[in-house]
Each structure stands twice: as C-alpha cells, then as structure tokens.
C-alpha cells in the first residue's frame, strides 16, 4: 500500500484576483439564486448575484461580500454541491455526521473541539478521544463501522503509518455524495473546479483557504481535504448550475472558465500564484514529517497497551499477569498475543480425539467464518481474530472429544 508521504506534488490552479467592478444584481425573484440568498441573509451573510450572459448550465453566481480582501495569501478550493439550502453554510467532516432515530441524517456539534483537534493534530490519542465521546450519538450500525476504522487504523499504526496518514485513507473511503458518518476529521475538496463540477448537480463552491487548513497536501492529483468543518468566511461564491448536459465537455469547460472569470472579476482574492503556493506548500509538508516522524513510536506504543488491555478482556480464561512480561525481546503486546497462542495451543495439543492427539499444524482458519481462504496458525503472525478461531477450535474439540467419551 503507497503511503500519501510517497505521493508526488500536486499542482494549484489558483486565478491571479482582481479589483473588483460595479455590477448589475438578478432581478429573478424565482431563481434558486434569490431563495438561497434569504437563507444566507438570515445567517446573517451578505451576498449577491451576478448573472453570466450565454451560459446556460451555469447562468448565475453568488457573490459573498466581504468587508475586505483578507492579507493573507490563500489557496482557491472546489467543491461539488448537491443541495442548495442552509447546509451550504454548514459543511461538516464524516467524523461530525450521524443518522437521527429517523435514519436522517444530522450534525454532531458537540463533537467539534475533538474533531477541531484531530485534525488539527493527528495523534491516536486525539483519536480515542474523539473515539470514545462519539460512541453514545451512533446506532448500533454507526458502532460496528467506527470500530471496524479504528481496528485497521490501529493496524495502519502498528505497521509504521502514521495516524494523519491512516486518517487520510479513512477519507478516501468514502465514495462522496454521500452523507455517511467515519473518523475522518476531514471535507473533500479539489484544486480543480472541473473535477467537482462533477459532484455537484446544483453548482459548486469556490473556497479560498489558508494552507494550514488543507490536508492532503501531499497528494498526486487535484483531489485534496480541508481540516474540520469549512468556516463560512472562506467561502468566495457559489456558481449555480442549471443541470442540463452541455452539447459536450469541452462546452461545460468553457461555461465554467466564463464563470470563474466573473469570480475573479467581482470577488478579489489574495492567492498564492504558483510557483509561491509550490514553495509554502513544500514547507508545511516538512513541518508535518516532522510532527509524524516523533509522533509515531508514541502512537505504536499507545495503540499497543489499548491492545494488550483488551486482550485481558477478551480472553478472561487465560490468566494474565503483565509484571511478569519483560519487553526485552519484544514488546509486551506481542508478548500477550504469544502467550494466549500457546495457551490454546497446548490445551488443543493435550486433546486426544478418540485416542489420537491433535496436531495444530494440521489445522487452519477463517478471519471471516465461511468466507475466503484458510489460513494457518501462524505463531510468528498473531492477531486476535486468530486467537479467537484458536479458542473457538479448542472448544469444539473438547466438546467431540466428551459426546465421544460419553458415548
């Protein structure tokens, strides 16, 4: 599996802003335009509309007026929208979403310092943290996905991938258009406008960021994320789109560059050109392998007592005392493993079936019962899956073995 460290760079297409020019605002009462702008009036945003002459799939944008063009270099972002109603305002990661009691789907505010710090510094513990408060907001479907991502992204951790990294592939699950909940503390966002005007069947959004706010920097495409929720005053306008098919891709193309000329042209920005962007870029990515690389042994060693705790509580039948581990040889969480697989293995190995002992080589298992290849037990590569199939095979034989004593 290809680390996101391993990625090459990714390119910005970041328009050159200008000053802005007196313009003519829709009359259309009945436009999505005008409806929307009340939403936003009443979120207290102000805003306005500019229509684009002979584009018929994209005809208007919205405008939000700022009260001055911040000095801070930022980078332009897109992304595809699908409704056109407050939520707009209110964009959220897969770690803040859930299903009401209803099946609908709903925001978790109260999870936003969490995931505010989790993306914001990616470490496991930041991860169990927001881990262990989302747990009493989710149904029981919501529950076995969020341990099942935690799981593979514990493993992620213990084979040498940091916490941001597993986090990132977490996003990437996701098939977007969706709004599914995930322990992605991240929005999906694109540095090209042409790829999210194909997710968004009502228009897209053009985001103006700082650098520090996306993740997924390192990434080779112009596919990217924004950390946490998306904070409305980086929002520059919404370019509406009327969904009918344009005669072909490269007309679409042009009724986006039409109206991405309008943005630039009614909604100044300071953005980072190029060659600038490549170089700050190049310099947060340093700072965040940095932070990874002293990090990670802390996470392995946090994800390995998490581990080894559970352990005692899954298999309560072995006797596990952890002063008598010494991680002299190897860590105390492989230790466990180990002695919990030679636990059941000689308890398997004392069975004589019907006067034959049991040989544990002869013997193999399946992570998911039923479903794909057999596999065998491995004492250089436990996990506990295995050690659950291992008790599971001992118990059946010591029950054969007494029907067939009984008999």
Same mark, same amino acid.
């Not at 409704?83 to 299903?99: F, G, K």
């Not at 997924?216 to 112009?222: A, H, M, Q, T, V």
């Not at 309008?262 to 990515?285: H, S, V």
């Given at each position: 599996?290809?680390?996101?460290?391993?990625? #090459?760079?990714?390119?910005?297409?970041?328009?050159?802003?200008?000053?802005?020019?007196?313009?003519? %605002?829709?009359? !259309?009462?009945?436009?999505?335009?005008?409806?929307? /702008?009340?939403?936003?009036?009443?979120?207290?945003?102000?805003?306005?509309?500019?229509?684009?002459?002979?584009?018929?799939?994209?005809?208007?944008?919205?405008?939000?007026?700022?009260?001055?063009?911040?000095?801070e270099k930022m980078v332009r972002l897109y992304r595809g929208i699908n409704?056109?109603?407050?939520?707009?305002?209110?964009?959220?990661?897969?770690?803040? *979403?859930?299903?009401d009691e209803t099946g609908k789907p709903k925001i978790l505010e109260n999870?936003?310092?969490?995931?505010?710090?989790?993306?914001?510094?990616?470490?496991?513990?930041?991860?169990?943290?927001?881990?262990?408060?989302?747990?009493?907001?989710?149904?029981?479907?919501?529950?076995?996905?969020l341990e099942d991502a935690l799981a593979r992204t514990e493993e992620g951790?213990?084979?040498?991938?940091?916490? $941001?990294?597993?986090?990132?592939? =977490?996003?990437?699950?996701? @098939?977007?258009?969706?709004? !599914?909940?995930?322990?992605?503390?991240?929005? #999906?966002?694109?540095?090209?406008?042409?790829?999210?005007?194909?997710?968004?069947?009502?228009?897209?959004?053009?985001?103006?960021?700082?650098?520090?706010?996306?993740?997924?920097?390192?990434?080779?495409?112009?596919?990217? /994320?924004?950390?946490?929720?998306?904070?409305? *005053?980086?929002?520059?306008?919404? &370019?509406? $789109?009327?969904?009918?098919?344009?005669?072909?891709? %490269?007309? &679409?193309?042009?009724?986006?560059?039409?109206? +991405?000329?309008?943005?630039?042209?009614?909604?100044?920005?300071?953005?980072? !050109?190029?060659?600038?962007?490549?170089?700050?870029?190049?310099?947060?990515?340093?700072?965040? *392998? %940095?932070?990874?690389?002293?990090? #990670?042994?802390?996470? @392995?060693?946090?994800?390995? =007592?998490?581990?080894?705790?559970? &352990?005692?509580?899954?298999?309560?039948?072995?006797?596990?005392?952890?002063?008598?581990? #010494?991680?002299? !040889?190897?860590?105390?969480?492989?230790?466990?493993?180990?002695?919990?697989?030679?636990?059941?293995?000689?308890?398997?190995?004392?069975?004589?079936?019907?006067?034959?002992? &049991?040989?544990?080589?002869?013997?193999?298992?399946?992570?998911?019962?039923?479903?794909?290849?057999?596999?065998?037990?491995?004492?250089?590569?436990?996990?506990?899956?295995?050690?659950? =199939? +291992?008790? %599971?095979?001992?118990? $059946?034989?010591? $029950?054969?073995?007494?029907?067939?004593?009984?008999?």
């Open positions: 599996m290809k680390s996101p460290d391993d990625f #090459s760079s990714t390119q910005a297409k970041v328009p050159e802003s200008q000053k802005p020019l007196a313009t003519k %605002e829709s009359t !259309d009462k009945k436009s999505p335009a005008k409806n929307i /702008m009340e939403i936003f009036q009443q979120a207290g945003v102000s805003s306005k509309i500019i229509n684009i002459e002979n584009n018929e799939e994209l005809p208007e944008v919205i405008i939000f007026e700022k009260k001055e063009i911040s000095a409704h056109l109603d407050s939520s707009l305002l209110n964009q959220v990661p897969y770690a803040m *979403r859930a299903e999870l936003k310092n969490e995931v505010d710090t989790l993306a914001n510094s990616p470490t496991y513990e930041n991860l169990l943290t927001y881990v262990n408060k989302v747990k009493p907001f989710l149904n029981p479907r919501e529950i076995y996905l951790i213990l084979k040498g991938y940091s916490t $941001r990294t597993e986090l990132l592939y =977490r996003q990437l699950e996701h @098939v977007g258009n969706t709004s !599914d909940s995930g322990i992605a503390p991240y929005l #999906s966002a694109s540095f090209d406008p042409k790829q999210a005007v194909g997710y968004g069947t009502e228009g897209i959004i053009i985001i103006d960021v700082p650098l520090d706010k996306i993740e997924g920097l390192n990434f080779d495409g112009s596919e990217t /994320m924004i950390k946490s929720s998306l904070d409305k *005053r980086y929002i520059t306008a919404i &370019l509406l $789109r009327k969904y009918k098919k344009a005669n072909s891709e %490269e007309g &679409l193309g042009l009724q986006l560059e039409k109206g +991405l000329l309008k943005i630039t042209k009614f909604a100044p920005t300071n953005l980072y !050109d190029q060659k600038e962007f490549q170089l700050e870029r190049e310099k947060e990515l340093a700072k965040r *392998r %940095e932070f990874d690389n002293k990090q #990670s042994s802390l996470d @392995v060693e946090a994800v390995r =007592r998490k581990r080894t705790v559970e &352990l005692k509580k899954q298999f309560p039948e072995v006797e596990i005392n952890l002063a008598n581990f #010494s991680e002299q !040889d190897m860590d105390i969480y492989t230790a466990v493993k180990k002695y919990i697989f030679n636990y059941y293995k000689n308890l398997l190995e004392e069975i004589k079936h019907r006067g034959k002992k &049991l040989n544990i080589a002869r013997y193999s298992y399946q992570e998911d019962e039923g479903i794909g290849e057999g596999k065998k037990f491995d004492e250089n590569n436990i996990n506990e899956i295995m050690l659950t =199939r +291992l008790r %599971e095979l001992v118990l $059946r034989y010591k $029950r054969l073995e007494e029907k067939y004593q009984t008999n």
